[in-house]
């Protein structure tokens, strides 16, 4: 009998089997990144243990010739099938060319025809005798320098192999880093074993503790396997693209245990990686059981309260697979986006304590959402009013209106428009508002056409009242100037008739009933003025101040007064009646100061709040300021005392305001503040 097996090769044959059979199960999940590698690596170990056992039982040289075949043909393999594993647990695939493979496996190639051929020469080694000594078989062998050469060439590679997956270890965390402790854990012990082997035997020994280490490495790799899913979880570029990111990223099992959590989520936990690994999702992940039953790659709105502050997060679940489809786990991506909520929230609470309302439709005019104000505006819950129609509660006379317009623009992205409509409240009445549309259905934040709804309804009766106020006074001035200037105009007439029949001992008298008549024109024109000029302004348009005060100065007889701007604005107001605000005041200016060197300046006031007049005449006392603007009030003999009464009610049509001062040279000093400033407009000075 030529095979003799004692418990030792046994032994062997139980570790050969144990790593074959892992093989096979690596060969199975060959869809798993780095599977075929890690099959090959085993097949390697198998052979070694093999053929070691294989020797061990021999009883005939050419038997144990045949079980070093075997033995090195894992030996040979062993170097290169680790160096490709873990180049590929690495993710450094690219490392290994055609090329380089070629180079590679020259030297394995070579050497095993030399094994296989080494009964017909002496180059490995040279054979002096064979013993079978129990409990293992051995012969008395000389190597030559290539049998050391093999040896150097494999433990190149092997050192090279873990010193790959050592970096993986230091680099990545948590699981990964058990992962690479079982697996440099499981090549050290083979690694020590042919340590000892070659410092106090030699390579032809009887006795190979490597082979027999080998069982560890089984048994290690087999926890590896099954216990930290080694084949299911390879760190391909996992510090790119795990613990890089800003965002908490939480991995868990099939079984929902949590096996990797990267550094932001860490920090979002407050504690250790060590406390949570292999531990329940539910009881570590921020809302779990939701995110696990949410659909694949669906946000969730996740809300985390630490002891200082709270975060909001978009979290998703997205499963992972292996090649083959089949589900490994799953991976939680925490996006937080608690800025944007608060950016959000702002806008959310600014929308809702706005007076106005805001509403937006959907291309078929179907309300999709109405802000909280709509509850003080129209009296309705914003319930009542989402999905409804929105011309549904508008008055029917001004539905056609809305229908069309949004029928006709609806397609034109960008477009705005205004429209005053009347709408039914919650109490049955008509209000009036103003809605300003404007056409965001391509916006995909917005998805509809955004309404700005305010309720014109006390402004616009104010109007009316006004409108009416205008018209009373307009008849009040007609009346006047066809009922007085009537009688004026006979009166001056028969003057004219009675100057051509009278002496010149009656001139006197004519030209005091001229006088009288000539004061009496201006007092009917002063009057239409004056009832005219309390008209609320309603049309406003922009006015120059310089290019203003200008043309009213060259309407009234200034004899040798000088106008002088200082500044120019530009003013938003009723260009006519602002003309007749500066002529009244230039005439006050002049009728009141017989100064030859008279100055009216016009300027603005400080921060362009509204402009001033003011000359370098005499002045106005200051007990006497506050009665000028009064109707009636003058201290000329020929003045109407309306004057100044026009320029404070015209003032105050514009919403303005008037008052009197004293300018730097003593004389009187007009200043108008405008409610809404005026823009500056270019320096001039003449």
């Not at 008849?475 to 105009?489: E, G, K, M, T, Y």
Request: glycine share 8%; hydrophobic share 40%; net charge negative.
């Amino acid at each position: 009998m030529e095979f003799t097996a004692g418990l030792p090769t046994w032994i062997l044959l139980v570790v050969s089997g144990i790593n074959i059979g892992i093989a096979i199960i690596a060969a199975r999940r060959q869809g798993v990144r780095g599977a075929i590698p890690f099959a090959a690596v085993m097949v390697a170990i198998s052979l070694y243990t093999l053929g070691a056992g294989v020797r061990a039982a021999s009883e005939t040289l050419t038997l144990y010739r045949a079980g070093t075949v075997v033995k090195y043909a894992g030996i040979l393999g062993l170097g290169p099938t680790q160096l490709w594993f873990g180049v590929t647990y690495t993710g450094r695939d690219s490392l290994l060319t055609t090329r380089r493979w070629i180079l590679l496996l020259a030297w394995p190639a070579i050497a095993f025809v030399l094994v296989v051929t080494a009964p017909m020469h002496d180059l490995l080694w040279t054979v002096k005798g064979f013993a079978t000594t129990a409990p293992f078989a051995s012969v008395n062998r000389v190597d030559s320098p290539l049998v050391w050469v093999n040896i150097a060439y494999t433990y190149v590679l092997i050192v090279v192999t873990y010193g790959l997956i050592a970096e993986v270890g230091l680099n990545r965390g948590g699981r990964y880093r058990t992962q690479v402790l079982l697996i440099l854990s499981g090549g050290a012990v083979p690694f020590v074993g042919s340590m000892i082997l070659l410092l106090y035997g030699n390579p032809s020994a009887a006795w190979d503790p490597t082979a027999f280490a080998s069982t560890i490495t089984g048994i290690v790799v087999a926890i590896a396997l099954f216990r930290f899913d080694f084949l299911d979880l390879v760190p391909v570029a996992r510090h790119t693209l795990v613990d890089e990111m800003s965002d908490p990223v939480f991995v868990v099992d099939i079984d929902d245990r949590v096996i990797d959590i990267n550094k932001a989520g860490i920090e979002l936990l407050g504690t250790q990686k060590q406390d949570f690994l292999g531990q329940p999702a539910a009881e570590v992940i921020p809302s779990f059981d939701c995110l696990r039953d949410s659909d694949e790659n669906s946000s969730t709105d996740v809300t985390v309260e630490t002891d200082d502050t709270v975060r909001f997060f978009d979290s998703s679940r997205t499963t992972l697979t292996d090649r083959t489809g089949t589900p490994r786990g799953s991976i939680f991506i925490y996006r937080d986006v608690t800025e944007r909520h608060a950016v959000e929230e702002r806008f959310k609470r600014l929308i809702e304590q706005s007076s106005d309302m805001v509403a937006i439709i959907d291309g078929d005019g179907t309300i999709t959402h109405v802000s909280q104000s709509v509850e003080e505006i129209l009296g309705y819950e914003t319930d009542d009013l989402i999905g409804e129609n929105v011309a549904k509660r508008v008055h029917p006379a001004d539905r056609e209106t809305i229908r069309s317009d949004l029928a006709e623009y609806i397609d034109e992205d960008g477009y705005t428009s205004t429209y005053r409509v009347r709408v039914r409240n919650s109490a049955e009445e008509w209000r009036v508002i103003e809605a300003r549309a404007r056409n965001l259905l391509e916006d995909p934040f917005v998805e509809g056409v955004v309404l700005n709804v305010r309720d014109i309804t006390k402004t616009q009766q104010q109007k009316r009242k006004l409108e009416r106020q205008n018209e009373r006074l307009d008849q009040f001035a007609s009346i006047v100037s066809h009922d007085l200037r009537n009688p004026l105009n006979v009166a001056t007439g028969r003057l004219e008739m009675l100057t051509a029949d009278v002496g010149e001992g009656h001139s006197d008298s004519i030209e005091t009933i001229q006088r009288q008549l000539d004061r009496m024109e201006q007092i009917i024109e002063d009057s239409l003025t004056l009832a005219r000029s309390g008209e609320t302004v309603t049309e406003r348009t922009p006015v120059d101040l310089e290019t203003l005060a200008r043309d009213a100065w060259s309407s009234v007889e200034t004899a040798n007064g000088a106008l002088v701007i200082e500044q120019s604005l530009q003013l938003n107001g009723d260009k006519n009646r602002l003309r007749n605000v500066f002529e009244n005041l230039f005439r006050n200016s002049i009728e009141h100061n017989e100064s030859a060197s008279l100055t009216v300046r016009v300027g603005p006031l400080s921060e362009e709040r509204g402009f001033y007049v003011e000359d370098t005449g005499s002045g106005v006392p200051s007990e006497e300021r506050e009665s000028v603007f009064e109707q009636g009030y003058t201290t000329s003999q020929d003045g109407t005392g309306f004057g100044l009464a026009i320029v404070s009610d015209i003032v105050q049509a514009h919403g303005w305001q008037i008052s009197l001062a004293e300018s730097e040279s003593g004389g009187a000093r007009f200043e108008i503040e405008c409610t809404q400033p005026p823009v500056e407009s270019e320096h001039t000075s003449r």
